[in-house]
């Protein structure tokens, strides 16, 4: 018996046509799993990942900056498939300014694609996994739910919240049979860290404090999220996993 098999089991994964959530696809696929690609953009590269490997795909276009989608999104996913075992709330968005300057429009726009939108999901999604007394949810929290950064007010708001979402929520639904982590990345090459890495002083020094000597390539997030969404993991409630080449370790 392999307990990382997520064999027949279904996967939602959110912002899933890029960067960590494509990786994150791929992998949950590559582990068994069949994939439900939920967000705003074509789904096709994804989809042309996962094809090979012999999986179900299906691709569910929603907008995440607000919770209208929820309900249809987990709906959708239970029609086609007859379940939902493992939710990744992954799609999320940040906005980079002084503090001193910023936006109440870049405050909600954050709060409510990065916190708000994943708890709302996160309930839908677990009123079918109480259903079937078992389901797996993770969160993609961020070194900003540790730390404090500079210029992203709403970001690191909205993940070190996402972080305390998801110790509430796993002492909520433990004893439902559905557990609640968090997995939180280091700095990654994908759009998200894209104004970083283009910043050469920034880039130089978040390279010089990181122990494993490079950037996280998308794929070597795929081990946690395979972990966290399998049996192997069914201990494992509220921990917030970080995957960052030692940062937080310095
Ligand atoms: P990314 O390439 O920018 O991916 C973000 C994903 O979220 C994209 O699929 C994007 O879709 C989707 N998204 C954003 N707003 C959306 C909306 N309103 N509706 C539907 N989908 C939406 O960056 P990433 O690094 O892979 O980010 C994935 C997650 O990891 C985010 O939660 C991010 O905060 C977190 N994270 C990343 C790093 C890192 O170093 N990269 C570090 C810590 C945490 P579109 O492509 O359509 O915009």
Same mark, same amino acid.
Do not use: C, H, K
């Given at each position: 018996m392999n307990a990382f098999d997520l064999s027949g089991q279904c996967a939602l994964v959110t912002g899933a046509n890029t960067g960590l959530g494509q990786a994150i696809a791929v992998a949950l696929a590559h582990a068994g799993a069949d994939i439900v690609a939920v967000g705003r953009s074509a789904m096709d590269e994804t989809e042309a990942n996962i094809a090979p490997l012999g999986r179900r795909f299906h691709a569910i276009k929603a907008d995440l900056s607000t919770t209208e989608p929820c309900a249809r999104i987990i709906e959708e996913a239970r029609d086609l498939f007859g379940r939902c075992d493992i939710l990744i709330n992954n799609a999320g968005i940040i906005r980079r300014q002084d503090a001193l300057e $910023?936006?109440?429009?870049?405050?909600? /726009?954050?709060i409510d694609t990065n916190l708000k939108v994943p708890f709302f999901l996160s309930q839908a999604a677990?009123?079918?996994?109480?259903?079937q007394g078992r389901g797996k949810i993770i969160n993609i929290a961020s070194l900003?739910?540790?730390?404090?950064?500079?210029?992203?007010?709403?970001y690191t708001a909205s993940k070190s919240g996402l972080a305390g979402l998801t110790r509430l929520l796993a002492c909520?639904?433990?004893s439902k049979g559905i557990n609640v982590n968090a997995i939180a990345p280091g700095? $990654?090459?994908?759009?998200?860290?894209? /104004?970083?890495?283009?910043d050469k002083e920034r880039n130089s020094a978040i390279l010089a404090r990181i122990p494993a000597g490079h950037w996280g390539e998308p794929q070597e997030i795929g081990g946690a999220a395979v972990f966290l969404s399998s049996r192997a993991s069914d201990y494992v409630h509220g921990v917030v996993l970080p995957v960052d080449g030692g940062w937080l370790a310095r």
């Open positions: $910023f936006s109440e429009e870049d405050w909600d /726009a954050v677990a009123r079918v996994m109480v259903q900003l739910s540790f730390q404090g950064g500079i210029r992203i007010p709403s909520e639904w433990a700095y $990654f090459v994908t759009n998200n860290t894209e /104004a970083l890495r283009a």
